[in-house]
């Protein structure tokens, strides 16, 4: 592996541990949420700070079940570190993938970092730069690392197809 190629491998990564760190902070943001999930989703993330894991994914499960993102983000995040859970790619990328789609901007940008570094996900520099854009468009600075790296790695045809196919998705599902 060449000096640049190293380079977009370490950028996906910093992109990714610095999401970590922004998940736990906008965890907290509850705006938004329904009175019932808001206080289910705060005692889920009590139990986590308070690094009982394993009541935390007791305690957002049922809300995720239930398509809430920021459950379903932070399912896939204790999935994705093997907090009170086995450690296990393939299923923090689905829940990823169906927090994304509902919108959540973490959820998008751990998605498109897993579809960067090939865990959980097929390695698709195109899925990659795809939802690291919408995240970026929806908020997250993280986004921009993992997008670059990710372009750095396909030819101008793929990423002008690659910024249609984000925007096309963009129109599609209007910021709430």
Partial sequence: MGRSELG???AGVRAMRSAGRALVI???LLFGAPAAAADDFARGLSAYNAADYQSAFETWYPLADENDPKAQTALAF??????GV?????RAADWYRRAAQLGRPEAQFFLGTLYY???GVPQSDT???????IALARGMPQ???CRDA??????????????RTAARWLERHPAR
Avoid at 127 to 133: P, R, S
Avoid at 150 to 163: I, Q
């Fill in 26 to 28: 906008g965890a907290g």
């Fill in 127 to 133: 899925l990659a730069h795809v939802w690291c854009e």
């Fill in 143 to 145: 986004g921009l690392d």
């Fill in 150 to 163: 990710a372009s750095g790695r396909m030819t101008a045809a793929e990423v002008r197809d690659a910024y």
């Fill in 8 to 10: 977009t491998v370490d």
């Fill in 86 to 90: 086995r450690q296990d790619d393939v």
């Fill in 117 to 119: 570094l090939g865990r």
């Fill in 78 to 83: 204790l999935y994705l570190k093997g907090l």
